[in-house]
Each structure stands twice: as C-alpha cells, then as structure tokens.
C-alpha cells in the first residue's frame, strides 16, 4: 500500500508529450568538476561536502498539546515574523495505511487517517543559525480532513457552501499578500471521483464508504492565513489534480497564477484575477502550446462551453472536460512550476509519460509575450531534459535562488529506482542546475534521499542560508511492518521529515562565487 500503488490506479504514471515547436535541452551533464554527489542507493539522507542537514521536524512530533506533525510531508511555505522567528506552512499529502494504524478499512483506522492529511502551520525560531520549531507556539496548528472549509465563490459546490477538510496536498504557493496556497492533488484515492452524469467512481482507500462525502469537495486550491490558520477553497482555479498554485502579478497589478493538472495527458492552466489582491474573482485559461496561446475557459467566450454547461460553476469543477473541448494541450504530468528571477520566464516541471515512453521528464519554459504574465500568448520550449546524459530523471518540485540558479528534486517511483530506465540514476535526489560562471549549464546533485523516498518542497529562509526541504515517504514499498525496506530516520519505522540544509557549498552556490 503506497503512493505509487494510488497513482497507478488512476492512471497517473506518466511523461512528455510530442509537443511541436519544442527544442531538445542545449546542456549537456558533467560533474567531473562539480562538489557534488555520485548517484547513491543508501537508505540514508546523503549531501554534498560543504552542505549540513538537520531535521526539523518528524511525522508524529507533537506541536502542540492535542496535535502532531501529520503524515507525508511535502510542500513548504516560509512566512517571516520578527525576532528571527517565522511560520512554516508544510503539506500532508497522503496516507499509508501500513505504517499508521493497519490496512484494515475500519472506521478507526479511517478515523486515525483523517488527521494525518492536510497541513501544518508551524512556529519557527533561528538560535544560533539553526532553526527549530517553538512547541508551545500559539500559532501551531494543523488543518486535516475534517477542517471546515468554506468555498470561495457566488454559488454552492454540491449543494453546500463548505467543504469538509482538504487532503492531497502535494505543493502549493504563496501570494502577494503573504498567505499559502495549498493544493488538491489526487483527491480521487480518498473521496473516488463524480462525473457530469452523476456516475461515481470508487476511492482506493475507502473513507468514502464510512463517510460518503460528495468528490466534488476537493480537488481545489485552498488560500490559509499564516497567523489564524483561517481557510478558503479557490473555486476560482477550477478543479483538478492540483500540483500547485505559482501567483505573480501582471504589469497592470492584476494577481496572476499559474497550476498544472498532474495527471497523465492533462494541461496547464492560467488565472488572471480581477484583482490586485485577491484570487476569488477573474477568468480561467488553459494552454495550447502548440500555438502558443491561452484559450478561455470563461463560458461567454467560448460558444462550445456554452451549449455543453450548464454555467460557468459547472465549467469550474469540470476544467479537464472543458479544457479538452476548447483545445488544451495534453502534457507530461505538469508538477511545479516557478518564475525565473532573471528573466520573469515560467518555468514547468513536467515529470514523464511512461504511456509516450517518456520516462524521463523534463522542465518546460514558457515566455509570455510582452513578457507580461497578462498576456495570452506566449512561446515555449524545453528548457532541460531528463536522462542519463543530464544524470537526472522526473523533475518536481524546484526553487529559483538569487543567480537564477535552479534547484529541483526529482520524482522516480520507488518500486523502479535504479531498474530499466532508471539504472545507474540511483535514489531520488535534490540538484541545482548552475546558471552562471565556469559551471554555466551543468546539473549538480547536492542531496539524496532514502529508500523509496523523495525529496520534496525546496524552499529557502529569506537570506539563502537554509534551504527547508522535505523527505517524504521513505520505505514506502515495505510489504510490511515486519520487512521495511528503509528506517530512515532512527533505525525504526520510516517517517516523513523536514530538514534544513545549511552550509558553505550553499551559501557559494546561491552568492555565485561557486
């Protein structure tokens, strides 16, 4: 019972398209003169010398007198206080039954799953030049998958104004106004799925049968205040597979945010708010790549959407049917997606499509025209490749640091690593790919993860000293208890963590002296 079991069950596993007009990667790999790490099969968080982790924080460590650090961590959101204190907003993203309470689909253990999804909001405190989180901090709390919360929108969702809890939370964001995006990602293996006709599809772990919640209810991105761990539900950004939510701002001011769909042969969309603060009002576009354009999803501009919907709420929690109808183009799992700092490019990580014999991946750049993040048309190409040429496969997760450096995970299933494809490429690791100086254009793994795990959310303290990172589902394939296939982190049962990496091989790198 692991993650990747759930993905292949919705037909999840997946790559690149054939996308016209798309260039190969014009890098090529070399770590012969790097400091970086040789790819490494070790159960064991691995990094490159002059690079120091800690952890942070552990699945099951208490924040506060009633709540713990929930299961599976991923996505990582910094929001700074004063006093070299800050709050940490970490994703939740799934569960596995084996290592909570058992297998057993029983109202207990289903009880028990409820609280280890969703997210924590945590307080944080540098003492000497090592964060940790403050125990008794007023502001550490958890949002699971019995949080009301309400929807953001004019009409109801499914005959109510609420949604009960968020769950699949794999990455996120964080908007102008300083509050976190956390997003809906495969909300299918908890609640199954609704079609427009009414049919319901089956959940994979069953909570639907102890709790039959309409499916309708998830699969959205969800904006939480920092300090009040208060939420909403953007039905402003349509309902999918949200990997994330990535917000910039138009040169008009108006907020503006990109999400991609991951799942196999879904699309990238684009949400341009009639706001210069707010998510909750604007109109939704989808990618075609192939002509470089935007194409509304908004049901007065599209004759199709009108004679197939209902109205525009139908088109919102529907966006894949009415994505396809207006001629989104089909990726490779779209995962995160960041704006270089250089540039002001968008970025798009796009992990495979093992249908298309794409099982490397790749990261995709998008350059809006005007360079305007308003603008509906745009140009693209691939910006890096995946393969044992570049000694990478599956990007994910990344971050941009202040040279334009980019930092990325990767995402290999772990029931494959180091098989077929995969051989030679070792465990899921976090690289940085060199933007300037002698290294210009070479890739550099930095740190690798345990057995069957990843590494997931990179994300950097406001002076780029640290780099908060999560190690998520180590030992996820362990058939049982009793056979683990990682104790990472204490010799024990595996847990999800955070840790921070710290250093001077960082600090080199994000100040471009390297």
């Known amino acids: 019972m692991n993650r990747r079991h759930f993905l292949q069950f919705l037909g999840v596993s997946g790559v690149l398209s054939s996308i016209p007009g798309c260039s190969t990667s014009p890098f090529t790999f070399s770590s012969t003169e790097l400091p970086g790490l040789s790819p490494s099969l070790l159960d064991q968080v691995q990094t490159a010398s002059g690079i120091d982790y800690k952890i942070l924080i552990r699945w099951g460590d208490k924040i506060n007198a009633k709540e713990s650090f929930g299961f599976n ?15 940490l907003w970490v994703n939740h993203e799934y569960v596995s039954p084996t290592f909570i309470n058992g297998p057993e689909r029983t109202k207990e253990n ?12 945590l307080e944080i405190k540098q003492l000497e030049k090592t964060w940790q989180v403050v125990k008794d901090s007023q502001y550490n ?67 639907d049968k102890i709790y039959p919640r309409s499916p309708l209810q998830y699969g959205w ?45 879904e699309h990238l969309y684009k949400f341009i708010s009639d706001s210069t603060d707010s998510l909750e009002r604007g109109k939704l576009y989808v990618a075609n790549l192939e002509k470089g354009q935007w194409l509304s999803l908004d049901i007065n501009d599209q004759p199709i959407l009108k004679n197939k919907f209902k109205n525009q709420t139908e088109i919102q929690i529907y966006a894949r049917e009415a994505a396809k109808l207006v001629g989104a183009t089909p990726l490779d799992r779209p995962e995160d997606i960041e ?21 490397h991946g790749s990261i995709l750049k998008i350059v809006e025209d005007n360079n305007d993040p308003a603008s509906l048309t745009f140009k693209q190409e691939v910006f890096l490749s995946g393969g044992k040429e570049h000694g990478f496969a599956c990007p994910d997760n990344m971050v ?24 030679g490429l070792g465990n899921n690791s976090l690289f940085v790919f060199m933007r300037k100086g002698e290294h210009q254009g ?70 471009g002296k390297l």
Not at 73 to 87: K, M, V
Not at 493 to 511: A, H, N, Y
């Open 442 to 511: 070479k890739v550099m793994r930095v740190a690798s993860a345990p057995v069957d795990a990843e590494l997931t959310g990179p994300c950097f303290s406001p002076d780029y000293k640290t780099l908060f990172l999560s190690v998520q589902h180590p030992g996820e394939t362990s058939p049982s208890k009793d056979k683990l296939t990682s104790t990472w982190p204490d010799g024990t049962i595996p847990k999800s963590s955070v840790i921070t990496l710290t250093g001077p091989l960082l600090e080199k790198i994000v100040q």
């Open 400 to 423: 941009f640091d202040p040279q334009g450096n980019l930092w990325f995970t990767t995402d290999m299933a772990g029931g494959e690593m180091n098989k077929g494809p995969y051989e």
């Open 73 to 87: 961590n991923d996505f990582i959101a910094f929001h700074p206080l004063e006093d070299d204190r800050a709050l």
């Open 110 to 121: 289903i009880d028990k799953e409820l609280k280890e999804v969703g997210g924590s909001i």
């Open 339 to 359: 704006f270089d700092p250089l540039t002001g490019n968008v970025f798009v990580a796009l992990t495979n499509n093992k249908q298309n014999k794409n099982y």
């Open 221 to 265: 991105v969800v904006e939480v205040e920092p300090k009040t761990g208060k939420a909403k539900k953007l039905i402003s950004l349509g309902r999918c597979a949200h990997e994330c939510a990535a917000v910039t701002k138009a040169k008009n001011g108006k907020v503006v945010a990109y999400t991609g769909d991951d799942k196999i042969n």
């Open 141 to 207: 709390r958890r949002l699971d998958a019995n949080t009301k919360i309400p929807f953001a929108w004019n009409e109801k969702i499914a005959g109510k104004d609420f949604g009960v809890g968020t769950m699949g939370n794999c990455a996120g964001g964080k908007t102008p106004w300083g509050t976190f995006l956390t997003c809906e990602e495969n909300y299918e293996i908890f609640w199954g799925d609704k079609t427009r006709a009414g049919e319901k599809t089956e959940s994979w772990l069953g909570w």
